[in-house]
């Protein structure tokens, strides 16, 4: 019979060998670490990586040192700052949440206060409530639900397996440290009990695990199979009129809402006429997939004439391809004037890679 009350001293002492260093984090026991830079990690690892978000947080947390700096920030420079993390509606949630909390002085301590907060999730608010204010909150990730699937030999496919996945997780939560706790849960699944070979033989865990004792571990979680993408079509119309380049902010609501963009025609079958009246000319074809369908967007450009009846004509000594989201850098790529023939620009930083949280 598995005495499954030791797993949180186990896997505690482990963390206190074994924990990432990551920017936002406080060393194991020294905890709990401060709500601004654990929200803002949270938020920034929704649906990315923590390889690609390292960087971002070391930028926002130097602009931004707290929350009411942030508050306090110029809309469209967090916006430009956030390119290239995509799922653009957590920036404009992020302003949101961070005006929020500024108003009311500080952060709220529990996860029912911090769930109130625009952008603030079940996860996101244990998580915060965990790490930040050591509450015993049950936090639970991708990560903690490979582990717990493994650990509890759980069959059901995700995402029906979700709810019995919390119930386990909840039942390992321990009254002391929940935060590290929280955090060890991750790093275990991060590190050793990874997607596809899971370590086994160095896990702190292995003396209880389930699906490893049935020799399944890898098996483990089963994932309902994924529904097709459908793919849509769209233009994005790149003009130009000498040392300027014809951009706009896109509407705040909807894909990409509140991002600098090239001109283009809506995604959903919805139609719109080009910008200016000129002549264009298709370039090429970019390719970007969403997370619920896929986006073939026909390049066109031209040089401008006439004076365009959407969007502004920015200089290019001022415009900066690293503010773009990264469907429009890809369309600027093709239709870039070679360097010879514009201004210097001034990026900022190039895309970041997509290792694994
Ligand atoms: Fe994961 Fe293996 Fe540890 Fe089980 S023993 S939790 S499968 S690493």
């Known amino acids: 019979m598995r005495d499954l009350r030791v797993i949180p001293a186990q896997l505690l002492?482990?963390?206190?060998?074994?924990?990432?260093?990551?920017?936002?984090?406080?060393?194991?026991?020294?905890?709990?670490?401060?709500?601004?830079?654990?929200?803002?990690?949270?938020?920034?690892?929704?649906?990315?990586?923590?390889?690609?978000v390292k960087a971002y947080f070391e930028r926002f947390t130097e602009l931004w040192p707290t929350v009411h700096d942030l508050a306090a920030a110029d809309e469209a420079?967090?916006?430009?700052?956030?390119?290239?993390?995509?799922?653009?509606?957590?920036?404009?949630?992020?302003?949101?949440?961070?005006?929020?909390?500024?108003?009311?002085?500080a952060f709220p301590t529990t996860?029912?206060?911090?769930?109130?907060?625009?952008?603030?999730?079940?996860?996101?608010?244990?998580?915060?409530?965990?790490?930040?204010?050591?509450?015993?909150?049950?936090?639970?990730?991708?990560?903690?639900?490979?582990?717990?699937?493994?650990?509890?030999?759980?069959?059901?496919?995700?995402?029906?397996?979700?709810?019995?996945?919390?119930?386990?997780?909840?039942?390992?939560?321990?009254?002391?440290r929940p935060g590290d706790f929280a955090q060890a849960m991750m790093d275990l699944g991060a590190t050793v009990c990874t997607p596809r070979s899971p370590a086994c033989g160095l896990c702190p865990l292995g003396a209880h695990c389930a699906a490893r004792a049935r020799g399944?571990?890898?098996?483990?979680?089963?994932?309902?199979?994924?529904?097709a993408r459908p793919l849509r079509r769209g233009t994005v119309w790149i003009g130009f009129r000498g040392q300027e380049v014809l951009v706009e902010t896109r509407p705040k609501k909807g894909l990409l809402g509140g991002t600098l963009a090239f001109p283009s025609t809506g995604w959903d079958g919805s139609d719109l006429p080009p910008p200016a009246d000129a002549d264009w000319r298709e370039i090429g074809l970019v390719r970007h997939v969403f997370t619920h369908f896929a986006l073939d967007l026909a390049?066109?450009?031209?040089?401008?004439?006439?004076?365009?009846?959407?969007?502004?004509?920015?200089?290019?000594?001022?415009?900066?391809?690293?503010?773009?989201?990264?469907?429009?850098?890809?369309?600027?790529?093709?239709?870039?004037?070679?360097?010879?023939?514009?201004?210097?620009?001034?990026?900022?930083?190039?895309?970041?890679?997509?290792?694994?949280?």
Not at 133 to 155: H, M, Y
Not at 309 to 323: D, I, K, Q, T, V
Request: proline share 11%; charged share 20%.
């Open 13 to 52: 002492a482990w963390y206190d060998c074994h924990a990432r260093l990551l920017p936002w984090r406080v060393p194991p026991g020294q905890g709990p670490a401060d709500p601004y830079r654990v929200w803002l990690s949270e938020v920034m690892l929704q649906q990315t990586t923590v390889a690609a």
């Open 77 to 105: 420079q967090v916006m430009a700052e956030w390119a290239g993390l995509g799922y653009y509606a957590r920036a404009r949630n992020l302003i949101a949440c961070a005006r929020a909390v500024s108003a009311r002085g």
């Open 111 to 176: 996860r029912t206060g911090l769930a109130e907060l625009p952008g603030i999730g079940p996860y996101t608010s244990a998580a915060i409530a965990a790490i930040a204010f050591d509450r015993p909150e049950t936090v639970v990730d991708g990560n903690v639900e490979r582990v717990v699937a493994r650990l509890f030999a759980v069959g059901t496919p995700l995402p029906a397996a979700k709810p019995e996945l919390v119930a386990l997780a909840a039942g390992l939560t321990p009254g002391a």
């Open 216 to 227: 399944i571990a890898a098996e483990l979680p089963r994932k309902a199979p994924k529904k």
């Open 299 to 357: 390049v066109m450009t031209a040089s401008l004439t006439a004076a365009p009846e959407r969007g502004n004509l920015a200089p290019l000594s001022e415009f900066s391809p690293a503010a773009l989201p990264g469907l429009m850098r890809k369309a600027w790529a093709l239709a870039r004037p070679e360097p010879s023939a514009r201004p210097a620009t001034t990026g900022r930083r190039g895309k970041p890679s997509r290792n694994p949280r």
